[in-house]
């Protein structure tokens, strides 16, 4: 009888034993289906969070200094205007600021953004969202246009007139239709304002879910220190950013420290924010790691006891001409085998995670880390698998036959 030696030959010998075994295989290759399901989830939820903020800011304009309390980079959120990126720490910012920086000359518009989250309310619905208060050049910075109704203007922040405009999910959800909400009435914090208008959706889930009021309707109950969060300059010409935010500096110097405040450019943001998740993918990678590496574990205790089991076969294969070449070949391809079948496990299930998370949230699936993944199990399978068939190969033919 001549031996088959083939990859073929292999391949099919390996799934023999995996058919003889279901159990065993898939607890096996079950360490290697989470290493790789949370590898790639991790980068996917990294990447999708990335891809969020760099989108809430890209959405404000290339031409955009920000001032914010602090560093600038201590609060949460996406950095749009519905969630500024400097709450912790520093000081906030008053009217006399916003007219000091209005004098700047190469500044477009300066947008004053308080924000609070809070219940909006009607005759029969309320909802949980964001509330801010800006002025109308909050709208050219976002490049809002109107579903329904109209936007506040400057004669609305002068005459501290009620209104309010709504994001489209907003007056979705308050009113089922966006079409519906213009002329009704809204509450919040027992304040009646009655809606103007609807924007039309602009893919930022924040501002679509806000209701955005003159910034002078908000002074009292609602704000009582009459202070905002953080202000937008935008700037007429890209050339100009920088004299902008150098202007901006010396004015706001001459009423805080240098500490007390951030003035930054979308682009140096955007670089910190890749420079960030740079570091936080690589930490999310080697978190992955480790259940991939515990795998590989698994997989060789396995394949130690699968020479133990099979001792008296590797002993008849050796007697009737395998060489210790053949029985080293086949115990290494059950073990990559084993990891591989693990891996796609993985990935399949990653990929149906993904589908359902981006319903909720932009994750983004990365074929690098899909492709590192594989080679990452297919590498572990190698370095397990071949100290267990090493042993198996090393057994002397009648010792192993003789084995009960």
Do not use: C
């Not at 893919?203 to 879910?209: A, F, H, I, L, S």
């Not at 008296?312 to 990559?336: P, W, Y």
């Not at 297919?378 to 698998?385: D, H, L, P, S």
């Amino acid at each position: 009888m001549k031996l088959k030696n083939g990859t073929y030959h292999l391949i099919i010998s390996a799934l023999a034993d995996f058919k003889r075994n279901k159990v065993r295989t898939f607890l096996t290759s079950l360490g290697i289906m989470i290493g790789v399901l949370s590898v790639v989830m991790l980068i996917a939820l990294g990447l999708g969070l990335k891809n969020y903020i760099k989108e809430s800011f890209e959405n404000l304009g290339a031409n955009m200094v920000m001032i914010m309390p602090g560093s600038g980079f201590g609060g949460g959120g996406g950095g749009g205007f519905s969630s500024p990126a400097g709450m912790v720490g520093g000081i906030k910012f008053d009217e006399r600021d916003l007219n000091s920086l209005e004098r700047i000359s190469e500044a477009e518009y300066v947008v004053p953004v308080y924000f609070k989250s809070a219940l909006i309310e009607t005759g029969s619905e309320e909802e949980y969202g964001y509330v801010m208060g800006v002025n109308e050049g909050f709208f050219k910075t976002m490049a809002a246009e109107v579903h329904e109704g109209r936007l506040f203007d400057q004669s609305d922040i002068q005459g501290r007139t009620k209104v309010a405009v709504l994001g489209y999910e907003m007056a979705k959800d308050l009113f089922e239709k966006p079409d519906m909400a213009v002329g009704k009435t809204i509450r919040v914090d027992d304040i009646r304002f009655r809606v103007s208008g609807v924007m039309e959706k602009i893919g930022d889930p924040e501002t679509d879910g806000s209701v955005v009021l003159p910034y002078t309707t908000t002074f009292g109950t609602m704000n009582p220190d009459k202070t905002f969060w953080s202000i937008y300059l935008g700037v007429l010409s890209k050339d100009d950013v920088a004299s902008v935010k150098e202007q901006a500096e010396q004015i706001l110097l001459r009423r805080y420290k240098e500490s007390d405040f951030s003035v930054v450019e979308q682009e140096e943001i955007l670089s910190t924010v890749n420079q960030i998740f740079g570091v936080v993918n690589a930490i999310l990678v080697a978190i992955g790691s480790i259940s991939l590496i515990v795998g590989g574990i698994g997989i060789m205790n396995i394949m130690y006891a699968s020479v133990t089991e099979r001792t008296k076969e590797v002993g008849i294969r050796r007697a009737i001409g395998a060489t210790r070449q053949d029985i080293l070949m086949q115990f290494l391809t059950e073990s990559v085998m084993l990891s591989l079948f693990g891996g796609l496990l993985g990935l399949l299930l990653a990929v149906i995670l993904v589908m359902i998370i981006r319903i909720f949230f932009p994750v983004a699936i990365n074929f690098l880390a899909v492709a590192i993944s594989f080679g990452v199990s297919t590498a572990i399978g190698v370095f397990f698998g071949v100290f267990p068939a090493r042993r198996a190969a090393s057994l002397p033919p009648i010792e192993a036959i003789r084995y009960e």
